[in-house]
């Protein structure tokens, strides 16, 4: 499996050409980027332009886009106006949301990318069919917009009531919605776990994001590397090898303020993912 690394692990810093070299020099085949205003403003023609002009030099590659979550620079601290949810059942403030995701659909038409990450809903929310109704008509709309700039979008396991992965099966078996999935270990960690995510969801996934967690809060941690996560990493490796050929091992990492060499570290933690050896 290709190895891919999330820009989540530098969300609170902007996104410059010179952290893409880094990640390039660290041996790093593919990106995701986290469509976060203070990291990558999708409204900020100029930077969508000078990291389009990188890319098309760079052996590095923009594999996905994670659709924006909030319109603020402050992680959505200015309001619950700043929230993006595609399940908005007030259709006004939907349309607006849409509006925001399709500006991030956007930068394929300057940085060619293959998947955008949506989620279904925020965080701890609970169910309720005219959320997933909203989420429906916004997909709709999505899907189409994504389609035209060569963008599929993928829909990720998250810790609420509309985005386990028995819902989001059946969210597209109702719907039929021709989607895939970015398989979320830490996410399913905090839940069914790990193993019965994988097996409800394994035929559509089209990438994933790994990091690790104590089991309560996402924390985001580096697999095999310091303390606090619980995840079994040599039974999740024999589940992801299981279907090497639909995506790359993804990390998706919190910033460790005292990591003086973070990238070197993702490498390490990359070596010792694949060094697991298949239990028996």
């Known amino acids: ?101 399709k500006r991030a659909l956007e930068i394929a038409e300057v940085i060619p990318y293959r998947y955008l990450i949506q989620h279904v809903g925020v965080s701890g929310e609970e169910y309720e069919d005219r959320k997933i109704e909203a989420a429906f008509t916004a997909l709709e709309e999505l899907i189409l917009f994504a389609r035209q700039r060569g963008v599929e979008i993928l829909l990720e396991n998250i810790s609420n009531a509309l985005s386990t992965p028995e819902r989001l099966m059946y969210f597209l078996e109702q719907t039929h919605l021709p989607l895939h999935f970015v398989f979320d270990a830490g996410h399913a960690n905090l839940s069914e776990g790990v193993a019965a995510a994988f097996g409800v969801m394994q035929e559509r996934i089209r990438s994933t994001h790994l990091h690790d967690n104590d089991g309560k809060q996402d924390k985001h941690l580096f697999p095999l590397v310091g303390q606090g996560g619980t995840i079994d990493w040599s039974r999740t490796m024999d589940l992801l090898r299981s279907r090497a050929d639909q995506y790359p091992l993804l990390l998706e990492l919190r910033e460790v303020p005292d990591m003086a060499h973070p990238l070197d570290v993702v490498n390490q933690v990359f070596d010792r993912l694949e060094q697991l050896r298949p239990r028996e």
């Open 1 to 101: 499996m290709q190895r891919a690394l999330s820009t989540h692990l530098f969300v609170n810093h902007r996104l410059t050409v010179a952290m893409l070299n880094r990640i390039q020099q660290a041996g790093i085949p593919l990106v995701e980027i986290f469509c976060a205003r203070q990291h990558l403003d999708y409204r900020n023609k100029a930077q969508i332009a000078e990291l389009g002009h990188w890319f098309r030099d760079s052996e590095l590659k923009l594999h996905s886009l994670h659709s924006p979550m909030y319109t603020d620079e402050i992680w959505g601290r200015s309001g619950p106006h700043s929230v993006i949810t595609i399940t908005e059942p007030v259709k006004a403030k939907r349309v607006q949301m849409v509006d925001e995701i």
